[in-house]
């Protein structure tokens, strides 16, 4: 018995969080940002695996029988290695999810053109793991995609609102839309990247949906417990959520209640 461990690279998960919580209530809930090897995006498959492998166990350890990973770099890079290879060896009776495959069941229904943009991070767009899952479930869709590699450094360091952070923002997303005049809808690829999507909409042209993962994996993992009652009987409910950071636990809290409105009270895991 123990709690749903939800793993990113920073503070970008506490916006899938803050979905899940909202769905799932009563459910307990264990968050660990790995927020001094931050940000994933540009780093080596090698070292992604490795540094959310080395997460994925300490939640393990810390009771929690099913672990979402609330990073797309880490879905894309990581979940299908450690589901096929590490889990059916080491902990065959746990689970590990990502938010890619929730993401690519539902947005394909999204867009009238068929034409969908994604904004990510290098590593998500290098992976083409969406191109992937979008071919199994929407196959009519045509995917453009573009690397904001700045971004997650933007948001954490708050610079987001700044004129530069602004220009920045402009230009990547003047970029996605250059590649196909008939985009209608935005995959924002990054869990940190809903922080900005009142900005991203006051920029497209009005049609142009913004599609955030939170509700949509909150929604899809609803979903899951309800098809995999063993799992759910395994988690506890008593509606308390723990937060982990690898980094400085009240540099976390300030920037939790800063960027993501959540009241934190973070410990360091070395």
């Known amino acids: 018995m123990g709690a749903i461990g939800v793993f990113d690279s ?15 209530p009563e459910h307990d809930f264990i968050y660990y940002g790995d927020n001094h090897r931050a940000p994933y995006g540009t ?26 990973l609330a990073c797309n770099t880490a879905s894309a890079k990581a979940l299908r290695t450690i589901q096929q290879k590490y889990l059916p060896i080491h902990y065959p009776d746990r689970r590990v999810l ?37 071919e ?16 997650v450094t933007l948001i954490e360091s708050g610079q987001q609102a700044t004129e530069l952070g602004k220009e920045n923002i402009q230009k990547d997303v003047a970029e996605l839309l250059s590649l196909s005049p008939q985009i209608d809808t935005i995959i924002l690829a990054c869990t940190h990247y809903p922080i900005i999507a009142d900005y991203i909409a006051s920029i497209v042209p009005p049609h142009v949906k ?61």
């Open 210 to 270: 913004i599609i955030a993962q939170g509700d949509i994996v909150a929604r899809s993992l609803k979903d899951y417990l309800q098809r995999h009652h063993e799992m759910e009987l395994r988690l506890t409910k008593q509606g308390t959520v723990r937060y982990f950071t690898s980094g400085d636990p009240q540099l976390f809290n300030q920037q939790a209640a800063a960027i993501i409105h959540l009241d934190t009270d973070a410990q360091l895991i070395e």
């Open 10 to 24: 920073g503070y970008g998960g506490l916006t899938i969080l803050k979905s899940l919580i909202k769905e799932l």
């Open 98 to 134: 990502g938010v890619i495959r929730p993401s690519a069941e539902v947005v394909g229904e999204l867009s009238t053109s068929h034409h969908i943009g994604l904004l990510a991070t290098e590593g998500t767009v290098r992976s083409e793991s969406y191109r992937l899952e979008l």
């Open 136 to 151: 199994k479930f929407s196959p009519h869709i045509e995917l453009f995609q573009h690397a904001c590699p700045n971004w």
């Open 43 to 68: 780093r080596s498959f090698d070292e992604v695996y490795e540094f959310t492998l080395e997460a994925v166990i300490k939640l393990f350890e810390m009771g929690c029988p099913l672990v979402i």
